[in-house]
């Protein structure tokens, strides 16, 4: 998986939305303790620098030594580099041991996440009570090209997907998440969140051009003008003002949380 952002990484760390400070704020109200938290596949730490405005400390560890390369440096946060053959105990132990941690976060990637080794992990590693776990995700529903986005760009890049990363562009319904709801989403049922941006066309095709699957299919020699010019075309088309010009977007985005079951 880390091979698939190595490549793209500064554009990752450019292009990608930012997290609205006001879920942060609501997941701290959510926890019983602020003194440590995890953003687990941190990549370029963009959750990890809004989690240190709530917590004394941010461990934020990623499997990409590129990501990390271009991760934002802040007093709180402590980035590492987490190989994917890390045994349970190992992760446990790098995070910061049994019950250290008030919050984990995962930002837009546990679909790539060995998930029952991850559960297994948040499950120690989470203070009791009062810790809690809380993922999201977004995909091509973005507000108002959904139709030529989600609709025509994504069932046409779909045969290079990951089937993993199919999770996500069914915005986590099927993901297990055994863990005790707190008002934010359930198993099979997560909340529904936006993420407003001001993007220029330009700041919109490359932030596309950061997803997985067009890493994919351009190591296939997928002509990939060919797969996506209708689509953006379209996108192009109902754009409604120079390229050039900031628009706002809105990421339909979609969150679970929960605290381990006792």
Not at 206 to 228: H, I, Q
């Amino acid at each position: 998986m880390a091979g698939l952002y190595e490549k793209q990484s500064e554009t990752y760390a450019k292009k990608r939305p930012q997290y609205p400070k006001e879920w942060f704020s609501m997941l701290a109200s959510l926890t019983a303790g602020h003194q440590r938290a995890w953003d687990a596949g941190c990549g370029t730490g963009q959750a990890a620098i809004s989690m240190a405005e709530h917590y004394e400390s941010v461990v934020a560890t990623d499997v990409s030594e590129g990501q990390l390369r271009h991760a934002t440096a802040h007093p709180k946060v402590r980035y590492l580099h987490t190989p994917e053959h890390l045994s349970e105990d190992e992760l446990v132990s790098l995070v910061g041991g049994e019950g250290s941690l008030d919050l984990v976060v995962v930002a837009t990637s546990i679909h790539w996440f060995d998930v029952p080794l991850f559960y297994a992990v948040v499950s120690r590693a989470l203070r009791k009570p009062g810790g809690m776990l809380a993922v999201w995700g977004y995909n091509y529903e973005i507000h108002p090209f959904e139709d030529a986005l989600h609709g025509q760009l994504y069932p046409a890049l779909r045969p290079y997907l990951d089937p993993r990363a199919g999770l996500a562009m069914e915005r986590y319904r099927s993901l297990p998440f055994p863990f005790e709801p707190v008002g934010v989403g359930a198993e099979g049922a997560p909340a529904d969140v936006d993420i407003e941006v001001e993007m220029t066309l330009e700041d919109l095709v490359g932030f596309l051009n950061t997803g997985s699957v067009v890493t994919t299919a351009r190591a296939k020699g997928v002509d990939l003008e060919a797969v996506t010019r209708a689509a953006l075309k379209r996108v192009e088309e109902q754009w409604g003002g120079a390229p050039t010009v900031p628009r706002k977007l809105v990421f339909k985005a979609f969150m679970l949380a929960g605290r381990p079951k006792c």
